[in-house]
């Protein structure tokens, strides 16, 4: 399904593609994967990330097996499109993150024959739906939904738990953290939490 275009082989034809699911699923490594491929295609690839997102390095974009590309971090969406000419191939990690200007964004790059990889978090802790993605998944040509693995079930995992009091939809963290959960598991780690907090 995501071939990469042979340079100049006629019209540009742009289009999103969207990897999400729960942390610790490999959106990461799969955004990777893809754009490897693209360069290895002779296209030109640029990749970005939120400024805020240093978990493991500045100017790289890692994944949790430790895989990683080189990117530019962006303040804001619109950052992306000031310094993405001339570009084939277009990835962007952690989308959940930016504003919603990041779907303008997308699209104005697929209109103009720009390949658009976007990886992000579909929900956040609370099993809400997470900043732009409902959107970008809205008008994403391809979507992939990937999955964890239950760390206490072992089936597969689709919510990222928080295991800490902590506040705040934003939270950068890693297994510390975060566990990836099954419905059933989520559910009961909530009710588990809910008891806690009662005594």
């Known amino acids: 399904m995501f071939l990469e275009r042979s340079v100049g082989s006629g019209k540009k034809q742009g289009f999103i593609e969207v990897i999400t699911g729960s942390m610790f699923s490999g959106k990461t490594e799969e955004l990777i994967r893809r754009l490897r491929r693209a360069r290895l295609a002779g296209q030109k690839v640029e990749i970005y990330k939120p400024v805020i997102d240093e978990r493991y390095s500045r100017e790289e974009v890692v994944s949790h097996d ?15 499109l000031l310094m993405a000419w001339g570009v084939d191939v277009v990835g962007i990690d952690e989308a ?5 200007g990041i779907v303008e964004v997308c699209n104005q790059l697929a209109d103009q024959g720009v390949r658009v990889i976007v990886a992000g978090l579909d929900m956040d802790y609370l099993g809400k739906p997470f900043g732009p993605m409902p959107d ?8 992939t939904k ?5 760390m206490r079930c072992g089936n597969l995992a689709q919510y990222s738990y928080r295991k800490t009091d902590e506040g705040g939809q934003v939270l950068l963290g890693e297994k510390d953290r975060y566990e990836p959960l099954c419905r059933a598991c989520y559910l009961e780690a909530l009710e588990e939490d809910r008891k806690k907090k009662k005594t």
């Open 96 to 100: 959940q993150f930016f504003d919603h």
């Open 66 to 80: 430790a895989r990683s590309i080189r990117s530019t971090p962006v303040e804001t969406a619109a950052n992306i």
């Open 136 to 143: 970008l998944l809205a008008i994403a040509e391809y979507v």
């Open 146 to 150: 990937v999955h964890a693995i239950c």
